[in-house]
């Protein structure tokens, strides 16, 4: 599966290195976190990682293989 998770604001390089199963790019003020996701656990987790930093998730969706 892939997905795309949109988090309000830009996310530093650093911060981005968070998520290295994941590829990043900032646009209009969100950086857009997309990949492949494992399966429900691997994405309950992303989103637990994005709590706990902090950022706020502002659209999350499956996109076509």
Do not use: N, W
């Amino acid at each position: 599966m892939r997905y795309e998770i949109r988090v309000d604001g830009q996310m530093s390089e650093t911060l981005a290195k968070s998520f290295p199963e994941l590829s990043h790019v900032v646009m209009a003020g969100q950086t857009i976190l997309f990949g492949r996701v494992l399966d429900e656990a691997h994405i309950y987790g992303l989103v637990a990682r994005c709590q706990s930093l902090g950022l706020r998730i502002v659209e999350m969706r499956r996109r076509p293989e």
